[in-house]
């Protein structure tokens, strides 16, 4: 079934889950009613046909699968998108029936087994890999045709069939008695961009596809091509259902997609002060001595660092949250803990909670300022948080 080292990671997960309670060094909050506020808000650009897909690959993009999963289902989702077939139970395990796409590429019998036992939507890149489906599941007697999504290649160069060969691809899978077409699918490079030229051109030729499937009498059940930036900027690019990832957390895919719905972040990044100190004029802060105190200065030490996902390559960099009050972050971030210069926070003692990302007053850090400083996206920052920071859900 699962290989070892899934089993590992999902054993590795409960035991963080299990132990989150004595954990209380830093964790991630997070918002669930700003998660259904974006659902819905994102809801209302769509004709009530077309359906919207969460997609919580990557543990919900760091935010927790399950808490997620359950929240966007319940808020107007009717479809989860994942990456992994591991990801794709853990959803099942939780007791969600929602239907589950796998968007990444299956290809081995344990994979296959999985699918078919766990009632997964697997993605069909190739004529290849639908044929190493369908003889894996007639070897295991599957009593029922497996849903599957054709992937074509409109121009990501990423998973799929170039869509040329969509024609031969679709009547490949049709003749095979073990899969059943759910969907046919593609997905957009450029689609955060102001030019559309690109994103314009990969529409063109999914549509030019499917006419040629139509004009052999083939009509797909459902159409998809949309992510967040492309179901938020150009709503003939909804067909029948959208991916919808980052907006539902409540981050904008670019600036120029401000106006088109209204947005609530979703994750909060806390941390405790565990030590609070005087330091005087020369003293260096934090490995390296990259901070040297210009004078006399009060600190603070955080209970968070990289390996919680708070990017190293931020050190000096960041500011943080303390009273909404922003202060900077001072030395090389370390491993599990970085320091602030706290001179301007009177009384601040050990123990008193800081905001790393989000929202204290009128004041906001967001996972795109760090991505910024970093030459990154947002994505990227907010993937990138560990397990062991424990994930806490504010109904
Ligand atoms: C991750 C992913 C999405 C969601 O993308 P966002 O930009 O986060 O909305 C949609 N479709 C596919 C195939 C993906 O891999």
């Known amino acids: 079934m699962l290989s070892h080292q899934e089993t590992q990671n999902l054993a590795a997960q409960r035991h963080y889950d299990t132990y989150a309670w004595c954990s209380q060094r830093a964790w991630i909050e997070i918002d669930i009613a700003a998660l259904s ?60 029936d929602a239907p589950i796409l796998i968007l990444g590429a299956t290809h081995t019998k344990e994979q296959i087994q999985a699918i078919a036992e766990w009632q997964l939507q697997p993605t069909l890149c190739s004529p290849q890999q639908a044929l190493i489906f369908s003889t894996a599941l007639e070897t295991i007697k599957n009593p029922f045709p497996l849903p599957v999504h054709i992937k074509l290649d409109t121009g990501m160069s990423r998973l799929g069939t170039d869509w040329e060969q969509a024609a031969e691809f679709v009547q490949l899978v049709q003749g095979l008695p073990q899969l059943q077409i759910a969907s046919i699918y593609s997905h957009l490079a450029t689609a955060d961009s102001e030019d559309t030229t690109v994103m314009k051109q990969q529409q063109a030729r999914f549509e030019s596809a499917i006419a040629q499937l139509k004009a052999l009498g083939i009509t797909a059940p459902c159409l998809h091509l949309a992510n967040s930036a492309a179901t938020m900027g150009d709503r003939s690019l909804h067909y029948d259902m959208v991916r919808v990832g980052l907006a539902i957390y409540g981050l904008y895919p670019a600036p120029h997609l401000h106006h088109t719905v209204n947005l609530r972040s979703v994750l909060q990044v806390k941390a405790r002060v565990t030590q609070v100190k005087t330091i005087t004029a020369g003293t260096g802060v934090s490995y390296g001595h990259t901070f040297v105190a210009p004078n006399t200065m009060r600190i603070a030490v955080l209970g968070i660092g990289y390996a919680d996902g708070v990017p190293r390559n931020l050190s000096n960099q960041i500011q943080v949250l303390v009273r909404g009050q922003k202060v900077a972050q001072i030395g090389n971030i370390t491993m599990d803990q970085m320091m602030l210069d706290v001179s301007n926070i009177p009384d601040i003692q050990a123990g008193e909670v800081v905001t790393l990302l989000g929202k204290e007053g009128e004041s906001e850090i967001s996972a795109n300022d760090w991505a ?22 504010l109904m």
């Open 372 to 393: 910024e400083k970093l030459n990154t996206i947002s994505w990227e920052i907010l993937s990138g948080f560990k397990h062991r920071l424990p994930r806490v859900a």
């Open 37 to 96: 506020h974006n659902v819905r808000h994102l809801r209302r650009l769509l004709s009530p046909r077309t359906q919207l897909m969460a997609v919580v690959k990557a543990d919900a993009y760091g935010h927790g699968a399950i808490t997620v999963a359950q929240a966007a289902l319940e808020a107007g989702a009717s479809w989860l998108g994942v990456a992994t077939v591991p990801e794709g139970i853990q959803l099942r395990e939780s007791g969600i």
